[in-house]
């Protein structure tokens, strides 16, 4: 269970994790980005750079169209490409993390049964339709923290307090009722709720990993890519639109 939210919660954030070979990547950038037509557009709050559009394999500054010698065109272009060949990726990924992330918590709420349990699930489903709804109307852009903003931190906001805080109240009950068969009723009923889990989410979750290590890669080559560039901003400094790093 543990490996399976971790999992759902690194592909969520914009971080790619295989866990079966131990190879790990993230994946940083100071730019926010979404997609206008076709083009990429990355906008943060510093200058320079504070707006960079990619798209048809030509490179735009803070409104202004660099000038690319062969081998920065050949670069940019392969970087425009890399990120098309990315997006469907990305929202595969996610929408399944996000399944994935939603059975869990559902089957932990069903297993700490409580007299709100009825109503926390409900909210559950409509929740989880509600992101469903949302991650197939836009693109889905790991590292643009739209993601955060949109999936994890209503699910972390909303539902975890009330799952754990129900989770806490009734162990609590039975710790405190000093009754022996309910307690060993409650332990089953746990064992019995994680044997559900690893059941409903483990097979999903390691036909994920191959494509969270895909993601991995990509996130390694845009980086590789945009290392290549000889272009420079107006204060002398690369373009760093994103980095990845191994662990």
Do not use: W
Request: charged content about 30%; glycine content about 8%; proline content about 3%.
């Amino acid at each position: 269970m543990k490996r399976v939210l971790a999992l759902s919660l690194l592909a969520l954030a914009g971080a790619a994790q295989a866990h079966d070979n131990h190879v790990q990547c993230d994946l940083h950038s100071d730019y926010r980005v979404h997609m206008h037509g076709r083009a990429f557009v990355f906008t943060r709050d510093d200058a320079p750079a504070r707006d960079v559009a990619i798209g048809g394999g030509r490179l735009f500054v803070d409104g202004k169209e660099v000038v690319l010698d062969a081998d920065d065109r050949v670069r940019v272009q392969r970087f425009e490409a890399q990120l098309n060949a990315m997006v469907p990726q990305m929202r595969e990924v996610v929408i399944e993390a996000t399944d994935i992330a939603y059975t869990a918590l559902t089957e932990v709420a069903r297993g700490f049964a409580s007299d709100d349990s009825r109503a926390t699930l409900a909210r559950l489903d409509a929740s989880h339709r509600q992101v469903q709804a949302e991650l197939h109307r836009a693109p889905v852009l790991l590292f643009s923290g739209d993601v955060a903003r949109r999936i994890i931190q209503p699910i972390v906001t909303e539902f975890v307090p009330v799952i754990v805080g129900g989770a806490v109240r009734t162990s609590l009950a039975v710790a405190f009722s000093g009754d022996e068969g309910k307690a060993d009723a409650f332990g089953k009923r746990m064992d019995a709720m994680g044997a559900e889990i690893d059941r409903k989410v483990d097979a999903r979750a390691n036909a994920l990993e191959p494509k969270v290590e895909a993601l991995c890669a990509g996130t390694r080559e845009l980086d590789r890519l945009e290392g290549g560039l000889t272009v420079r901003l107006a204060n002398g400094e690369p373009l760093d639109l994103l980095r990845a790093s191994d662990h």
